[in-house]
């Protein structure tokens, strides 16, 4: 009598795949996030020189011969002694949240109608949201300067239609880094906005109308809950690039436009103090990390209630 045929390793493969499938987000994660963020970290803790690199190693002989471990907390110290890296941090966090709320309420309406946009059209109104992306962003934002300038075309538009009879001093301003980054980014508050929207069920809403409900109250009541994933995914994706933004600043804001972006390529560019520069990049990042995890927990909480 021969012997039973062995179980087939499809399932120990499939599970294998899994694994397989899971591991490589957290090598990806740990490659190109953890590992460069211990890099920053552990140059905030040297201790700074004139030299290639500026900065000492950690670990070091001393003169007798030993291994010796040389911590320096000279760039966390003058981070929270300067106000300079405060007020640098704040006008940050400023700027990137009113430019997130605009394009909330620029990017809405418009995901909005692309969502309820039907074939060949919805297809057109993406095709043109994504556009841009297509033309390097620097020279974008480049081009703002000629619009924005005083003699640019913004102003002259203004004045041909009478709304204005001198022109604005619009660049080197607040208002222009405003313009600037909604432009830049309200792409990425359209397009999880847009995935949101598509997939809400019309017969939520034609349910919410028997029931006797108007249109805006059918929309606060079952359109702007649906599609609070969407409203939260575009905000992040919007408000944690725009906090550490240094190409638009410099072209579009002036002198007094304090960014994160600004003053940590003149610490690293132009002062060449590493330490401190990577001192004020590992703060930004737990600034900008811990709301996030966070966020998260509450939403696990939440789901698990």
């Keep these: 009598m021969s012997a039973p045929a062995p179980a087939p390793s499809a399932p120990r493969a499939s599970s294998a ?12 994660l740990l490659l190109f996030f953890l590992l ?16 290639a690199p500026p900065y000492l190693p950690l670990l070091g002989r001393d003169a007798d011969g030993a291994w010796r471990l040389t911590l320096s907390f000279a760039g966390w110290s003058h981070l929270l002694d300067d106000d300079l890296y405060r007020d640098a941090l704040i006008g940050s966090l400023r700027i990137a949240a009113v430019s997130t709320v605009l394009c909330l309420l620029l990017g809405y309406p418009m995901a909005y109608g692309i969502a309820r946009a039907r074939g060949t059209r919805r297809t057109i109104l993406l095709m043109l949201v994504v556009l841009p992306f297509w033309t390097s962003f620097l020279i974008r934002v480049y081009a703002w300067t000629g619009i924005l300038r005083t003699n640019g075309v913004l102003n002259a538009l203004l004045l041909w239609l009478g709304l204005i009879d001198r022109p604005l001093a619009i660049l080197n301003t607040d208002v222009a880094v405003y313009i600037g980054i909604v432009y830049s980014y309200l792409p990425f508050m359209i397009l999880p906005l847009y995935a949101a929207l598509e997939r809400l069920d019309d017969t939520l809403l034609e349910a919410a109308a028997d029931l006797g409900c108007r249109p805006w109250q059918a929309f606060l009541r079952v359109t702007l809950p649906l599609s609070l994933p969407g409203v939260i995914a575009g905000s992040m994706l919007v408000f944690i690039p725009a906090v550490g933004e240094f190409v638009i600043p410099e072209l579009l804001g002036g002198p007094d436009t304090l960014m994160i972006g600004k003053v940590l390529w003149t610490e690293f560019a132009a002062n060449n103090d590493w330490p401190l520069a990577a001192a004020l990049a590992a703060a930004l990042l737990v600034v900008l990390v811990l709301p996030i995890l966070l966020f998260q927990h509450v939403r696990r909480r939440e789901e698990g209630a």
Aim: net charge positive.
């Design 36 to 51: 460069p963020f211990l890099i920053v970290l552990k140059i905030s803790l040297s201790e700074g020189t004139l030299g």
């Design 17 to 28: 795949g899994r694994r397989l499938a899971l591991a490589i987000p957290y090598v990806w």
